[in-house]
């Protein structure tokens, strides 16, 4: 069993910075994959970025260059550095882990971002 617990959502002016943290109760690098989603009203969720135990990295196109995914083992974190962050990025972000072939979710941190 894995428990994740996002924070640091909020709201943000066109052009500002957030970064997502999610706190995994598991060790991270026992974790052979992590991923941060969205869902954003009205639409499906959506994969944003991914790390693996390796530390490959995946990043939806819209997301190139704008954000990071990272790791923390010492914390058993994951972050989501977001810079240059606009409206069409607002939507509830999730913390996502697969651990021994089951798939963990977080509660969802709102990332709100005003023109």
């Known amino acids: 069993q894995v428990q994740l617990v996002e924070s640091g959502g909020g709201l943000v002016q066109a052009g500002g910075s957030l970064r997502l943290s999610c706190a995994a109760s598991?060790?991270?690098?026992?974790?052979?994959?992590m991923a941060w989603y969205r869902q954003a009203p009205g639409k499906q969720r959506e994969l944003v970025a991914s790390i693996t135990g390796r530390n490959i990295t995946y990043y939806i196109d819209s997301a190139k260059g704008r954000f990071t995914i990272s790791t923390d083992n010492a914390k058993n974190t994951v972050y989501l550095q977001m810079n240059g962050l606009s409206p069409d990025d607002t939507a509830v972000y999730y913390c996502n882990a697969n651990y021994r072939n089951v798939a963990y979710w977080g509660q969802g941190t709102q990332v709100t971002v005003s023109s």
């Open positions: 598991a060790t991270v690098f026992s974790i052979n994959y």
